[in-house]
C-alpha cells in the first residue's frame, strides 16, 4: 500500500507536469525570445532572454492599446459581477423564501437561461434600438444577463440553509423588506457572494464572444481581444503575441492562489445534489 | 411542519390577522424580481424571440424582407453549412464523451491515497480559467506540423507527425482534443466531489465482502455518482455543443469549412451581412441544444427518483 501510494503518485506527477505544465512553460519561453526565434515556435530555451525588453514593447504597441485593454476589461467585469450579484441574490432569495404560483415559471426561465444560446444578431438589434451597441454600458447589461442563470442558482442553494427565525427576528425588530435583504441576508450570503464573484469575474474577463460581437472597435477592446488582433496583426512577432498571453493569464492565476476554495465550492455545488 | 395537529387550531385562529397583516407588507415581495427580469426580458428572451422571426427573413444593414424558411432549405442544402451542423454534433459529443471518462478516472485517482495530491487538483484544473483564446493560440504553435513540440516528439519514436490542424479529416478532432485538455478540470472537479460524498462505510463493507477494486467501481463507485455523472454531462455538453472561441483561434473553420461548427457559421454569415442566414443558425443551435438536452435532463432526474 505505501509504496503503490508513492509509485502511482510519482507517475501521476510525471504524467501530469508532461500534459499540463509544458504547454505553460512553452507560453513563458515564447514569452522571453527575439522575435526570429519565437517565430519558430520551437520549444527551446531562448538563447538571448528578453522577457522585460518583450514587456515593456507590449504595453507600447498600438498607442499601449493592451493598457487600454486592461482597464476596459477591469471595468467591464467589476460592474458586470456586481450588477449580477445583487440582482442574483434578490432573485435567489425570494425565489426560497416564498413559496407561490411563479416559482415554477422562474425556475423555468433559470434554466432555459443556461441552456439557450443567445441570438447574437438580435441582440446586436436590441442593443442598437436602445443606442448602447458598440458602448460598454451595453457590453456591461449583456455580460451581467448572461451570468443572471447561474448565479441564481448558486444563490438560492444557499439561501436554504439560513434559517427563516434570522428574517422573522428582524421583522419584528421593525426592518422593512429592503432593509432585512441588505442588512441581515445579504451579509449571512458572503461566502456564496464570493464564490460568485469570482467564479462569474473569470468568466466575465475570459469571454471573448461576447465582446467580438458587442463591442467592436479599438478604443473599447477588451483583453481577449486584443490577443486576437495581435494574431492577426502581427504575425512575425511571436514573442510578443505570448507575452500577451502570458499577461492575461496572470489575473486568474492570482484568483486561484487566493480563491481556490471558493471556486471549487461555486462548480461543484450541482455534483451531490444533482 | 412537525406538530401539525396541535399547531393546526392555533393557525386557524390567527389566519385572517395575518393575511391582511402580510398583504400590506410581505418580508419577501415580488418587486425584488423586477431587476433581473427586466434585464433577463430585453437582452435575452426579447432577442431569442425576435430570432424565431429574423430568421425567415432577408436581413441587412438596411431593410428586412420576409422570406419564409429560404433560409433554412439554404441551411441544410449548402454542403458547408450542413457540414457545421454535422461537426457540431461529433464535436458536441466527442468532448463530453471524453471529458466524462477521462474526468471520472483522474477523480478516482485523485481522491485515491497517492502524493501530491493537492498538487495534482490544482494542476489537472488551473486550465479550466485561463483564456480559451489564449490556450488554443498555444496549441496552434505546439501543433505546427514542423516545428511543433506534439510532432518533435513524434519524431523522437520515428512517428510520422499529421499536420493536426491543416488535415481536413483531423482538425476538428484537434481542436476538440484541446478542448478535452482544458475543460476536463471541471469534470474532474464535479466527480470529485460526488465520490467524496459517497460513505466510506460502502468501501469498507464491500472490502470486508472480498470485491475487488473493478467490482467495487461497478457497484459503488459509478452508481452512487450519478449526481455528478448527469451534471458533467449536461454541463459539457451545453458547453460543446455552442462552443466557438477555441475553434475560432486555433482553425477558423478551416482547412476549407472542414471544422465549422453551427456558432462559427453564425459568425461569418454575420460578418459576411447576412443577418437573417446568421440568426437561422441561430435557430438551428437553439433546436440543437434544446432537442438534445431536454430528454437528456428528464432522463437523468428521472433516474435519480427511481434511487
Redesign the interface.
Known sequence: ?RTR??V???V??VV??I?????FA??IL?AAKTPAEAS????TLPTKWVIWQNFVEVLQTNNSQILRAFVNSTILTVVSVI?MV???A??G??LQ??R?R?NPV?NF?VLA???????????I??LQG?GLFKTMPGMI??E???G?SFS?LLFRAFVATIPKEL?EAA?IDGA??LR??FTVVLPLLRPVVVTVIVVQA?AVF?D??GP??FLPGDENST??LT??NF?SLTLSQ?NL??MD?LL??IP??V??IFF?KQ??GG??S????? | MSGSTIATPLVEKRKPQRSTSRKMKSPYPSWFYVPAIALYLVFFALPTFASFYFALTRWSLFNVTFIGFDNFIQFFQEPQLYQSFINTLIYGFVTSAAKIVLGLALAMLLTSPIIGRGYLRAVVFFPVLVSTIGIGLTFKSLMNPFHGLINLVLSWFGLPGPGWLTDPNLALLSVASVDIWKGVGIATLIFMAGIVAIPQEYFEAARVDGAGSWKIFRSITLPLSRPATGTVIILSLIGGLRSFDLIWAMTRGGPGFTSDVVASVIYKQYQAGFYGLSTAGNVVLFLVVTLIMVPITRMLNRREVDL
Do not use: C, E, H
Not at chain 1, 19 to 23: E, N, Q, R
Not at chain 1, 113 to 123: D, E, M, Q, Y
Open positions: 500500500m501510494k508513492w502511482v503518485g510519482s501521476a506527477i501530469s507536469a500534459v499540463f505544465l509544458i504547454p512553452f507560453i515564447q519558430d515556435l520551437a520549444f450588477i445583487v440582482f442574483s434578490m432573485v432569495y425570494i423564501r416564498r407561490g411563479m422562474i426561465f437561461g443556461l441552456i439557450v444560446p443567445p441570438a447574437v444578431v438580435p441582440t438589434w436590441v436602445l447589461l449583456v451581467a444577463t448572461f443572471l441564481i428574517d421583522l422593512g423588506p432585512l435583504f473569470v475570459n471573448f464572444t467580438l460581437y483583453v481577449q490577443l486576437y494574431q511571436f503575441l505570448f498571453i492575461i493569464t486568474p492565476l484568483l486561484y481556490n471556486i471549487v462548480l461543484t450541482g455534483a451531490i445534489k444533482g
